[in-house]
């Protein structure tokens, strides 16, 4: 193609632009604010239902044109495609008299791809496109491609190419296209392009350049595209990047280190229309420095190290830009009128970017924003104009409700009942059962109430998640920053590190009691008392410390829906941080260990005692009870805590966690303990199965004695009926008060 299609859509209107890529055909339907239109049809559906993956509108319009197409980006990548097809279908016919015999001719081009060359091969004179991808090159002399008039196109990419002399592209006149990515150039001469006056497209991504001159692109006066992604380039040319690029339009900085960015650089860019500056260092961004490209119209500045924007810095662009980026640089501060000016910003990024004093009328101006993307869903309410917003969820929390899908909603009410129910039927059978020892069921009842804080905390989350139902995005901001929020939070931290430190209290207490049994170390009424009194006292500590300085600590509880400090990001406080890993990946862990070492060692302690009991049949079965019984109680501790550890250890590296991890995490892993500890402390010990016998082998009996009496009331011959058979408890029962534990270890 002599006149590629970019070129032509290069050169079109803004106007033209916007039209030809985001194909709006609205129908002239008229919505209220927040609504869009499906199509043509004369019916509105909201902003959270439009696309979100299914098809809601009757002739499916809300799915269609989501793409963020807006920019020249994806139009670019097309533009290409299309190239690529058309040289596919050449004609297999070779014009040319001399190339080598492993390369492949079609017409006028040559394909020399991954066949070992070492040097620029001889080939006719009439060449027009040639590829050397994927060789050996290491070195391009002066005066190589000297006699190739007519090439258009030179592909070298994926080379070795360390050294390109000074005229080594003198002669090719006609170059349109050259690709020297994926080689080792760590420097150009001056001048080396001097003779590529009709080139367009220069690429140099991922060669080890540091620096460059402003004279190093002297010639260049024809070209448009120009990619240096990931080159280690450190500064540009202070006096004018563009200086010999008067027609560049196109420039891709991706993946630098670049640290300054002002307006003596880009002074003579006054036709570039896309910027991208994504993945370097800088810093700081003065007022003035777009000042120049009245042109531009995509702008990209993600992932850099700016804190702090002036508020006009984007005024200049205020007519051409149409797709701004900044996302995922440590900002300070949004100014409301940062986007004031940009009426024809079509696309709007600004993911990873905390804005605590958030407004609607902060983008209310930008009446053609079709495309917004913000740190977290909430903040979609402040931009209701807008027809597609990201991301549509976190995991937890969707537009329309607090928890995202239907598995978690049934699953919260679910894990609540069992918590709860468990518990609190543990809390009743221990108050009607003669405790085998009382401090022991004392405390057992303690770690239930202290459990069934957690259901509570569930059946809340399940409460507001009901009230929401529908609109939580218009609420979010507002619960998550509630008292609500942060009260069932707290009862949440509490209900957990209450259960970590009883869990731990008991298995020492058992930890004492089987392995040194002639001790005197077992704690009385006063000391269990104590202990329980400040263990309590201990985890409300820890859950009230971050509700009384929110300076120091940030909203703790309100990070996300389900109120609970587990997953770390870059805007949360240091001391928040510092101790939400103190207790998780410090407290926490210590227990866990300290549970699994004591069990262990009580099982050790165990079997060495069953090694001289003269049944082997009988020990031996007491000791597969015993370690069956230990190893669920330690693999129910890890399948709760170690998930949290890793999710813990991985956010505090900042490695990105789905938002469906955190959901599972909260609702199912987090209750776990909870959910179990009524069934492994009581409902499956020996103790309590056979006093529940027990019990219901008396009321069976007094059930018949009752009928038996009745029935003999109005009989003449009185006889004495026979007792039932009831269940006899062994004798170690009878003496389980004077013994202080079982010894069948239950």
């Not at 499906?38 to 098809?55: M, V, W, Y």
């Not at 027809?387 to 009410?413: H, Q, Y």
Request: charged fraction near 15%; hydrophobic fraction near 45%; glycine fraction near 4%.
């Amino acid at each position: 193609m002599d006149v590629p299609v970019i070129m032509l859509l290069l050169h079109l209107t803004h106007t033209e632009i916007s039209a030809l890529l985001t194909g709006r055909l609205d129908g002239g339907a008229r919505c209220p604010l927040g609504q869009f239109p499906c199509g043509n049809i004369s019916e509105c559906l909201p902003q959270a239902l439009q696309c979100n993956g299914q098809k809601d509108c009757p002739n499916g319009a809300d799915e269609r044109r989501c793409g963020d197409n807006i920019g020249w980006a994806d139009l670019f990548g097309q533009t290409l495609q299309d190239a690529n097809d058309v040289d596919q279908h050449l004609l297999n016919e070779c014009f040319l008299q001399e190339y080598p015999e492993e390369c492949a001719c079609l017409k006028t081009d040559v394909e020399c791809v991954k066949v070992n060359l070492q040097d620029v091969p001889l080939l006719s004179p009439n060449v027009t496109f040639l590829s050397l991808r994927s060789n050996e090159i290491r070195v391009l002399t002066d005066f190589v491609f000297s006699q190739y008039s007519s090439l258009e196109r030179l592909f070298l990419q994926n080379n070795s190419l360390q050294f390109i002399s000074k005229r080594a592209f003198s002669g090719l006149l006609s170059l349109k296209r050259l690709f020297l990515s994926e080689n080792l150039i760590s420097s150009l001469s001056p001048g080396v392009f001097r003779d590529l006056h009709r080139l367009e497209w220069l690429v140099l991504d991922h060669n080890p350049l540091s620096n460059l001159s402003q004279d190093t692109f002297i010639g260049l006066k024809s070209l448009v595209y120009l990619s240096m992604v990931g080159t280690a380039l450190q500064q540009l040319p202070h006096l004018g990047f563009c200086r010999h690029m008067p027609a560049l339009d196109w420039l891709d900085l991706e993946g630098n280190q670049i640290q300054i960015l002002n307006y003596s650089i880009l002074k003579n860019c006054s036709n570039l229309e896309v910027l991208l500056l994504m993945d370097n260092r800088i810093r700081n961004i003065p007022e003035n420095t777009f000042q120049s490209l009245w042109k531009l119209a995509e702008l990209n500045l993600s992932s850099n190290r700016i804190r702090k924007l002036p508020k006009n810095t984007f005024r200049s662009l205020s007519k051409s830009l149409l797709k701004l980026n900044i996302s995922h640089n440590p900002l300070l501060k949004i100014h409301r009128g940062h986007f004031t000016h940009l009426t024809n910003v079509q696309s709007l990024a600004l993911e990873g970017i905390e804005i605590p004093d958030i407004q609607t009328k902060m983008f209310l101006p930008m009446k053609n924003l079709s495309h917004i993307y913000f740190k977290t869903f909430q903040y979609c309410s402040y931009a209701p104009h807008v027809r597609s917003c990201k991301p549509n969820t976190d995991g937890i929390s969707s537009f329309e409700d607090l928890l995202a899908n239907m598995v978690l909603r049934v699953s919260v009410w679910v894990m609540a009942f069992i918590t709860c129910f468990g518990n609190l039927f543990v809390i009743g059978m221990r108050s009607l059962i003669r405790a085998e020892n009382n401090l022991h069921a004392a405390c057992i009842k303690v770690l239930c109430c202290a459990d069934c804080l957690m259901g509570v905390y569930l059946f809340f989350i399940g409460v507001f998640d009901v009230k929401f139902r529908g609109q939580y995005n218009r609420n979010a901001l507002l619960w998550m920053e509630s008292v609500e929020c942060r009260t069932i939070g707290f009862l949440a931290m509490l209900s957990s590190e209450v259960s970590v430190l009883l869990l731990t209290y008991l298995t020492l207490e058992k930890f004492l009691v089987i392995v040194f049994p002639f001790s005197n170390l077992r704690p009385g009424k006063l000391q269990t008392v104590v202990v329980l009194a400040s263990i309590w006292l201990l985890g409300f500590i820890i859950a009230a410390v971050p509700l009384m300085n929110e300076d120091v600590f940030g909203n703790y509880y309100g990070r996300n829906g389900v109120c609970f400090p587990l997953h770390s990001d870059r805007q949360e406080k240091p001391t928040a941080k510092g101790y939400s890993t103190g207790i998780f990946l410090g407290l926490n862990l210590v227990a866990f260990l300290v549970i699994a070492f004591s069990y262990a060692t009580m099982f050790i302690s165990i079997y060495k005692t069953g090694i001289n009991a003269t049944d082997l049949r009988s020990s031996l079965h007491r000791d597969v009870a015993v370690a069956n019984r230990f190893f669920f109680i330690v693999f129910s501790d890890a399948l709760c805590w170690i998930p949290i550890f890793l999710v813990k250890v991985l956010s505090l590296l900042e490695v990105e966690i789905p938002g469906t991890i955190s959901s599972w995490v909260v609702i199912f892993i987090l209750p776990i303990n909870s959910a179990l500890n009524p069934i492994l402390y009581t409902l499956t010990t020996s103790f309590f199965r056979e006093q529940v016998e027990v019990l219901l082998c008396r009321w069976q009996r007094r059930h018949i004695l009752k009928k038996d009496r009745k029935s003999l009331t109005s009989s003449t011959i009185y006889m004495e009926a026979p007792r039932p058979p009831c269940y006899q408890p062994p004798e170690y029962l009878q003496q389980m008060s004077l013994t202080g534990a079982d010894p069948r270890y239950a």
